[in-house]
């Protein structure tokens, strides 16, 4: 057991993400680091050390958005990394101030996570700058104010060579982003289309689900934050602006009707029968990705677009398989239920057409200032919330409950731990054993060991590499050459890999302190002392205040599976109100239920993570992260389409049955919270047929009722796996509650 999770830890450490190497920020990042060391080196500068890490810190500062959010990122980091320098020099003078004031110092920037990802970043690169400044002391306070000036000198260089040298295009970030949008979506119909055509295989319908669902929820936020950032420093030009946020709320109504696409095709699968009304649906998701992929095309280029999309497509093609409205006929080419589900389909298709013209129509206009008409701009959502106050998340994670607070405290304390064992051993460049802490620690215990196996095993790997040039490579200038491409290699494969990245930043490091120092034993020496931090920092993630995954998961699914809840009671107010699938307070309970879906299967990878054996069997939390994506699929499609007045009887078994399932979804997300199988499902079968149009009524009422009925029994199918699964996990060992057939 012990060799097996081993190696699953092994194969993980080594995987590839699948994203292409960010060729251009490295090369910038390597100008930004190794010229500053070039030129005080020429012209015998002292501060040659602090002109790189500065320049090297701001460029890891610039994680890409907006212009206004990288340049307030990367200023920050340069303020806090000269802050840290100073203050790093003057502690290091006595042992004892040096630990106390790691334990402070190192806790405060480790809160400043707080702030999100831009927050983390300049904590992590202003901590590491404190440690190292710490292990070489200054002589006194003037040595520090000029560390904290030179640092300020490359950071201001890495921003000139990043945000001016660089051609500034101001809405070019939120075009890209907008246009990656489009092409995620552009993907999701085209794979369900594919899969239309084929036998039914639930396995396959499910990786889609989980493959990009969640993918294309988190691409819409990154789209979000980065037009609401470059808006904000933009308050004089409004068209563009206002232009591209329809396009990105055009975007998001797409998804949900994919979504609910997929989830009707599927059911339309299941039937078997309907192969034509299939082909006639993959015909049309076939054409439908064509354009939206030249959507993106349009989105993203500036100038007037050569050739708009075809819309030569819809669901004219499915809807000759029906039969004409208010005849009462059935389709021979379309058996019992598969011919309301091809109703559903044919109404879905319809929308997503609709939708892609209204945004080929702006895309089209992004270039002259002109917005479509307001009779098509979608609904702008909710009010904006008010900003919050700086001090406000601060103040927020002051709880013990708080996953930074606890992290801060326990990066704080490892790291102090490190400066006082490195102060014993006398190691020497001892900040390599503390900058191990603080890049290995994460706020989760799996993630940490598995950035520690990527650590420890790139810095050997490095090492290694690093002994084997300088056997071979005598000439200074050309290390500083071999030196200037491993600085730019290591940051464009961060993202490919931590792992891959430690190896080259370590064989770069090592060999530009050993061109300084003349010093070839110091490859062995950063192994060791990655090592030595590699442990404290696996020590201080188990033994100060962890909270396993395996507590924090339940809460997180059950959050999950309580956003859906909200959806239901939000999609219940819309449909009898007749409000439309791109009602605003629908929109945002839709968006909230993707991302607390986003954040459970985070908390499962992470669980899965964990380097302690398993003792709950793994299928039962699976299938309940699972089927709480479906259930909210198939909820998407249920008000994905509607009618326009919906008869007493149905309102009255529509409120029943929301309010039912309601019920059921709060027992489920206490249950799973709580460890105990919930309750028995109610009787939906009798709730179902309550107040039914008669089958013998014709017209177009009655078949919206019969589309109805096939939707809310498809709802609770999900909704039965779901209760199930609870139940297995709840009580393992005992059969599982029955439930009513439906």
Not at 569 to 585: C, E, I
Request: contains cysteine.
């Amino acid at each position: 057991m012990l060799i097996r999770r081993l190696l699953e830890h092994t194969k993980e450490a080594a995987r590839l993400a699948p994203v292409r190497p960010a060729v251009k920020a490295g090369f910038r990042a390597s100008l930004a680091t190794i010229l500053p060391a070039l030129v005080s080196s020429a012209l015998h500068l002292p501060g040659g050390l602090w002109l790189s890490v500065g320049g090297f810190n701001t460029s890891f500062a610039d994680k890409g958005g907006s212009y206004r959010a990288r340049a307030s990122s990367m200023g920050a980091a340069a303020l806090a990394g000269a802050l840290s320098a100073v203050m790093g020099g003057l502690a290091g003078r006595d042992p004892t101030l040096a630990v106390l004031g790691t334990v402070l110092w190192v806790t405060a920037c480790s809160y400043g996570g707080v702030y999100g990802a831009a927050g983390n970043i300049v904590g992590n690169t202003a901590a590491s700058t404190f440690v190292i400044s710490l292990a070489l002391p200054a002589t006194g306070l003037l040595d520090s104010l000029e560390r904290g000036g030179f640092l300020i000198g490359g950071a201001l260089w890495a921003m000139v060579l990043s945000l001016v040298l660089w051609p500034i295009r101001p809405y070019r970030p939120s075009r890209l982003a907008v246009a990656r949008c489009f092409r995620a979506v552009a993907d999701l119909v085209g794979e369900i289309g594919l899969l239309s055509t084929r036998p039914q295989d639930t396995a396959s319908w499910q990786a889609l689900i989980q493959r990009q669902h969640g993918r294309i929820r988190e691409t819409l936020e990154e789209a979000r934050s980065t037009l609401a950032a470059i808006r904000r420093g933009r308050l004089g030009e409004r068209q563009r602006g206002e232009g591209l946020l329809v396009l990105l709320q055009v975007a998001d109504a797409m998804f949900g009707t994919a979504v609910a696409l997929g989830d009707v095709t599927e059911s339309l699968v299941s039937e078997g029968a309907a192969q034509q009304a299939r082909v006639e649906v993959e015909r049309a998701l076939a054409a439908a990705s064509t354009a939206l992929q030249e959507l993106a095309h349009i989105t993203q280029t500036e100038g007037p677009a050569r050739q708009r999309p075809s819309l030569d497509w819809g669901a004219e093609g499915l809807r000759k398989l029906l039969p004409r409205a208010g005849t009462g006929e059935a389709s021979p080419l379309l058996p019992g239920n598969a011919q309301v589900k091809a109703l559903h389909a044919a109404q879905l298709l319809a929308q997503l057409r609709e939708f892609t013209g209204i945004a080929v129509d702006t895309a089209a206009r992004l270039n002259d200032d002109r917005l479509i008409p307001s009779e098509q701009t979608p609904p702008r959502g909710p009010p904006a919330k008010p900003k919050l106050s700086v001090l406000e998340p601060l103040r927020a994670n002051l709880s013990w409950k708080s996953v930074v607070l606890r992290h801060a405290l326990r990066v704080g304390l490892t790291t102090a731990v490190a400066v006082a064992v490195s102060t014993g051993l006398g190691n020497n460049h001892s900040y390599w054993v503390t900058i191990t802490v603080l890049v290995i620690m994460q706020p989760y215990t799996g993630s940490t060991f598995l950035k520690g196996l990527q650590r420890v095993a790139g810095t050997v790997v490095g090492g290694i590499l690093a002994v084997a040039v300088a056997a071979e490579l005598h000439n200074p200038y050309a290390i500083m050459a071999l030196v200037f491409c491993t600085a730019a290699i290591s940051v464009a494969v961060i993202a490919v890999n931590y792992g891959l990245f430690t190896v080259f930043v370590t064989l770069t490091f090592v060999l530009l302190a050993e061109v300084g120092s003349g010093d070839w034993s110091l490859a062995r020496v950063r192994i060791i002392n990655t090592l030595i931090g590699g442990a404290l920092a696996l020590a201080g993630s188990w033994l100060l205040w962890e909270r396993s995954e395996k507590e924090l998961f339940p809460e997180q699914l059950a959050e999950a599976i309580r956003s859906a809840r909200e959806y239901l009671r939000q999609w219940l107010s819309a449909y009898l109100a007749g409000r439309k699938f791109l009602d605003p307070a629908l929109s945002e309970a839709r968006r909230k239920m993707g991302l607390a879906a986003i954040n459970a299967e985070a908390s499962f990878q992470r669980l899965l993570a964990e380097p302690r054996r398993r003792i709950e069997p793994l299928e039962p939390l699976m299938t309940l992260l699972l089927y709480t994506r479906r259930f909210a699929a198939s909820e998407i499609a249920l008000f994905a389409t509607q009618p326009e007045h919906p008869t007493e009887p149905v309102r009255a078994r529509l409120e029943r049955f929301a309010s039912t399932a309601g019920q059921v979804l709060d027992d489920i997300a206490n249950a799973v919270v709580q460890g105990r199988p919930p309750a028995v499902l109610p009787d939906f079968e009798a709730i179902l047929h309550g107040g039914a149009a008669p089958a013998e009524e014709p017209g177009l009422q009655a078949a919206n009722d019969t589309l109805l009925q096939a939707q809310l029994q498809w709802v609770v199918r999900q909704l039965t796996v779901l209760h199930g699964a609870a139940a297995r996990r709840g009580a393992p060992s005992e059969p599982e509650p029955p439930a009513h057939p439906v």
